[in-house]
Structures are given as structure tokens and as C-alpha cells.
């Protein structure tokens, strides 16, 4: 049966769907954190409307329960982000085709979960020419589920407070331990990956969420650096 633009779009959701359960405590621990700090319930909502990145916004809202200056915030949320380099660096072949509305449309819908999916779709097939649409149905997906989760965590947070100690966001880390092993057959991955952590680990007691930060721009200047070392061991073979 071929394949047509709808289907494609149904089945990048369908394959999404793990990625959905385990981002489902994610989100709704996010609205419940977000009762508990200065900002309002409609700011936490448009945060995950506007934003739409999970790690990103459980840090803002962190630094901005401690009274942080904006400028730590925006720098601390984008070098957290700069990982999406590597995944913009991963999809661009797949992609660079497209109309600038698609690449901005997609672009604003990459997350770590929908990145696992579409790497996984791009590697198997050598002439995907619906992906985009495949792209799409996955990314929106995502969106709509998290949206839908931070409600649910802003409309029963106060209600029920003891969600953030019900070890709901294991749920998470799960999804990111599949989405991060079957990458790490890769050099530059695997660097990266080793590098993040050892920072993450060693850095841990920084205060402002610096470790983490740090960790993150140190997986992605090594993964960056591995890439180019492999594409230039290639180019000389």
C-alpha cells in the first residue's frame, strides 16, 4: 500500500507513542513544580506552549523559584538546548530540501523523543519522501501530549501536592535510557554521552543547575569535535 501524506502523519504519532507514556509524569510534574514558585498557572502553560522543552523549563523554573537573574536563565536554557545542534547537524540532510515554513515548523517541534523516532525512520529507508510529513505527525504528537500533561499537573497540583514525591519522573528517565543507549554505537555519541556525564557527575554540587550546564556544553563541543574528525578520517580515506 502506498503511502500517502495522512498515513504518514498517523504513523510518525503511532511510533511516538512510547515516547508519550513516558513524557506523561514528565509534564504533569512540571505544572505541579510550577504551583509551588512565584509564576502563575497561565504562565506555566504558556511556558510549554511557547518553549517546549522539558529539561529547559524545569530549570527556568528552578532559577526562577530562586530569585535568578533573567539573563542566568535565557544563558543557562540555551546552552542546556545546545544539544539540539547535534540533532539539527543528524536531520539536516533529510530535511534541507524543504520550504523554510517546514524547516522552522519541525525545527520548533525537535525534541530529544521525536529526534530517537526520526533518526531511527531516516536510517532505515534511503528515499523518504514523505517524512516530513512522518516528522510532523510525531513532533505534534509530542506537543499536544505535553500540553495536555502540564494542564492536568496546573489543574491538580494544589490539590494533590504529593505528585512530585511519587517518583512519577523515573517514568522519564526510562525514556531517555532508550532513547540514549541505541545511539551510543556512535563515536561521537558515545563521547559526548561519557563526557556529559562525567562533568554532570563531578560538577553535581554547583549551585544554579551549573554542573549541569556545564555538562551539557561539554557533550556537545565533544560530539561536535568527534563529527568533524570523522568526516575528515573520511574524506582522507
Known amino acids: 500500500m502506498q503511502a500517502t501524506r495522512l498515513s504518514s502523519f498517523a504513523s510518525g504519532a503511532r511510533d511516538t507513542l512510547p515516547m508519550l507514556v513516558g513524557a506523561a509524569p514528565f509534564g504533569m510534574i512540571f505544572g505541579t513544580l510550577v504551583a509551588?514558585?512565584?509564576l502563575a498557572a497561565w504562565q506555566g502553560q504558556l511556558m510549554s506552549l511557547s518553549v517546549f522543552a522539558g529539561s529547559s523549563q524545569f530549570?527556568?523554573?528552578?532559577?526562577?523559584?530562586?530569585?535568578?537573574?533573567?539573563?542566568?536563565?535565557w544563558l543557562t536554557t540555551f546552552?542546556?538546548?545546545?544539544?539540539?545542534?547535534?540533532?539539527?547537524?543528524?536531520?539536516?540532510?533529510?530535511?534541507?530540501?524543504?520550504?523554510?515554513?517546514?524547516?522552522w515548523t519541525l525545527g520548533f517541534?525537535?525534541?530529544?523523543?521525536?529526534?530517537?523516532?526520526?533518526?531511527?525512520?531516516?536510517?532505515?529507508?534511503?528515499?523518504?519522501?514523505?517524512?516530513?510529513?512522518?516528522?510532523?505527525g510525531s513532533g505534534l504528537s509530542m506537543y499536544a501530549n505535553w500540553q495536555a500533561w502540564t494542564l492536568v499537573g496546573l489543574l491538580f497540583g494544589a490539590i494533590f501536592p504529593q505528585l512530585q514525591s511519587l517518583g512519577l519522573d523515573f517514568a522519564m528517565?526510562?525514556?531517555?535510557?532508550?532513547?540514549?543507549?541505541?545511539?551510543?554505537?556512535?563515536?561521537?555519541?558515545?563521547?559526548?554521552?561519557?563526557?556529559?556525564?562525567?562533568?554532570?557527575?563531578?560538577?553535581?554540587?554547583?549551585?544554579?543547575?551549573?554542573?549541569?550546564?556545564?555538562a551539557v556544553l561539554v557533550g556537545v563541543t565533544i560530539g561536535v569535535a568527534l563529527s568533524r574528525w570523522q568526516a575528515r578520517q573520511g574524506e582522507s580515506a
Not at 546552552?79 to 524547516?103: D, E, G, K, Q, S
Not at 535510557?177 to 562533568?199: C, N, T, W, Y
Open 36 to 38: 509551588t514558585t512565584p
Open 59 to 73: 530549570i527556568a523554573v528552578g532559577l526562577v523559584a530562586g530569585h535568578a537573574g533573567m539573563l542566568v536563565i
Open 79 to 103: 546552552i542546556v538546548n545546545l544539544r539540539h545542534m547535534l540533532y539539527a547537524a543528524t536531520l539536516l540532510p533529510h530535511v534541507a530540501h524543504l520550504p523554510a515554513r517546514w524547516r
Open 109 to 136: 517541534l525537535m525534541t530529544d523523543e521525536t529526534f530517537a523516532v526520526m533518526n531511527s525512520y531516516y536510517s532505515k529507508r534511503t528515499d523518504p519522501r514523505l517524512g516530513h510529513w512522518y516528522f510532523l
Open 173 to 214: 528517565v526510562a525514556t531517555f535510557i532508550a532513547i540514549v543507549v541505541p545511539q551510543l554505537g556512535r563515536l561521537p555519541h558515545f563521547g559526548a554521552a561519557l563526557g556529559a556525564g562525567l562533568f554532570a557527575y563531578v560538577l553535581k554540587d554547583l549551585p544554579y543547575k551549573l554542573g549541569l550546564m556545564s
